[in-house]
């Protein structure tokens, strides 16, 4: 590292810096994202509490619709549930391996920060 120029060396720097801050923001957002990806669960869950506590031989069920409601079979409205499920765990699946990606990604970036740093300090210090 002692062989190059001060500004090939800021250019590296502003370069690495970059990319921590965008891993640090998109690493934000994509929490965010699970946050309201689990508050969606919760909420699906209780629902799905909640239409168990109603007999089942009660086959219609009304569902809201903007200001409107209309009646669907149980049927599917279970299946409607189900399939809302599924698709918010694999959402949460994928958004937590992305959380993953991106944490490796910005310590990655520190770690070279640092290198470089100890680097130049050894560097000076010769």
Request: aromatic share 6%; charged share 30%.
């Amino acid at each position: 590292m002692s062989g190059l120029s001060d500004d090939t060396l800021r250019k590296i720097l502003t370069q690495i810096q970059q990319q921590a801050i965008l891993s640090q923001k998109q690493l934000s957002l994509v929490k965010a994202q699970i946050q309201s990806k689990e508050k969606e669960k919760k909420i699906l869950t209780l629902t799905v509490r909640e239409l168990n506590y109603i007999p089942k031989e009660h086959e219609g069920l009304y569902k809201g619709v903007g200001k409107m409601f209309i009646q669907q079979d149980r049927k599917e409205v279970d299946t409607q549930y189900t399939i809302q499920e599924k698709q918010i765990n694999d959402d949460l699946i994928i958004l937590n391996k992305k959380v993953k990606y991106l944490e490796k990604q910005f310590e990655e970036a520190n770690s070279q920060l640092k290198d470089i740093f100890h680097s130049q300090q050894r560097a000076a210090a010769s």
